[in-house]
């Protein structure tokens, strides 16, 4: 295994090729006024596209970003992207941070130094955590994985990681498909584990029931709910976790086309109220479409749906994830599993329910999620 050093990269010449691709999108034609009813708002995307050809600067936010350490860790496995950042603290607990898609290690550069050096921000440096936060094996900068990358694969990679950075134990928060990868890290690596933390419940996760258990009317309605969610908004779930590579095709080859296929999922699991420049600049919306475009990894993000499907989050009769848990709802979240039916295979020690935020939690509610962490973990200190 090794750790070194990485300094990503800049290239003028990919810079232009996208600004002259954006310029030559041959744009569908649309309804007038149809706005968000169809898809992606054709007036919103072009004119992003319009500002991203022309005004967005690609090596600025490579610079913001590199006010970070990055490295590159390399196992038997593929090659994994990080970020770390140690805590100003007496005792920083170490923590393991994990995106999701369409999102990457982008959303959690706010977050980051809220935790690390929580005395800035009005906390107490006793809460200080050791920040790690990888990118998921074919995301953003981290190697294309084979056959095979779930997240029981990458929870795996995670705890080599953290061995090689010298944490025999560590702590572990995650949402959408970060979310499973933490659980995973519960399941298979329980005596790694100090504590989880997620704001999202994996969605093919599933208790064991007793032959004729009975559920309770809140468990029947959320998953009549998320029946429903999946049948009205899911399309993008079926094609990524079934045929990944056929859209892939027409993202990789149109900066527009992935614009649209993102940024759609930043508006609808949003907590923006309808006006996603409310809660996002188009600097950081893009900056997030634009790593995905650079490093071509929007078919291989996808591969994560594919591979996940084969390893849904089934518990057995005997399996459960026995850490300690805690969940934090945020409201503008696509669909949330109650209470009870998590516990029936976590242990839940702490359940919030946020003010406000979405699926980016730590994008869009850095200082909450940043204090609940704090508050959960400082038990364990």
């Not at 992606?40 to 022309?54: H, V």
């Not at 997620?198 to 998320?226: C, H, Q, V």
């Not at 027409?250 to 527009?256: E, K, M, T, V």
């Not at 649209?260 to 923006?272: M, P, V």
Request: overall charge neutral; hydrophobic content about 40%.
């Amino acid at each position: 295994m090794s750790i070194e050093r990485f300094v990503p990269a800049y290239s003028a010449a990919a810079v232009k090729d996208l600004r002259e691709r954006i310029k030559r999108t041959r744009w569908p034609e649309v309804l007038p006024g149809s706005g968000w009813e169809y898809g992606t708002d054709p007036e919103f995307l072009i004119d992003i596209c319009r500002y991203w050809a022309g005004s967005f600067d690609w090596k600025r936010e490579l610079k913001r970003v590199a006010r970070f350490a990055h490295f590159r860790f390399q196992s038997n496995g593929p090659g994994i992207h990080f970020i770390r950042v140690r805590g100003k603290g007496p005792t920083p607990i170490p923590l393991v941070l994990t995106h999701g898609w369409p999102g990457s290690f982008l959303e959690m550069l706010k977050i980051i130094p809220m935790l690390a050096d929580p005395a800035s921000f009005g906390g107490a440096a006793e809460d200080s955590f050791d920040v790690v936060v990888p990118s998921l094996p074919g995301y953003g900068f981290s190697a294309k994985p084979g056959r095979g990358m779930n997240a029981f694969g990458v929870a795996d990679l995670w705890a080599e990681l953290m061995a090689e950075l010298g944490y025999e134990r560590f702590a572990a928060q995650g949402g959408d498909i970060g979310a499973g990868v933490t659980t995973a890290l519960g399941l298979r690596h329980p005596h790694r584990i100090i504590g989880i933390h997620l704001n999202f419940i994996p969605g093919s996760y599933r208790p064991f029931l007793k032959p004729g258990a009975s559920l309770s009317p809140e468990e029947l309605d959320f998953l009549s709910t998320a029946a429903k969610w999946s049948e009205q908004h899911g399309a993008y779930g079926h094609l990524q976790r079934t045929t990944p590579l056929t859209p892939a095709y027409a993202l990789n080859d149109s900066p527009a086309g992935l614009a649209g296929w993102i940024l759609e999922k930043f508006y609808k699991w949003s907590d923006c109220g309808g006006e996603l420049l409310s809660r996002f600049t188009k600097d950081e919306l893009l900056a997030n479409v634009t790593l995905y475009w650079m490093t071509e990894t929007i078919h291989s993000s996808f591969r994560m749906y594919f591979e996940g499907a084969k390893a849904p989050f089934a518990l057995g009769e005997h399996e459960r994830v026995n850490v300690p848990c805690a969940v934090a709802h945020f409201p503008g979240e696509v669909f949330f599993a109650p209470r009870v039916w998590v516990e029936r295979g976590y242990d839940v020690q702490r359940w919030t329910e946020m003010p406000r935020g979405g699926h980016f939690a730590a994008a869009e509610e850095p200082a909450l999620l940043a204090e609940d962490l704090r508050t959960f973990f400082r038990q364990f200190r």
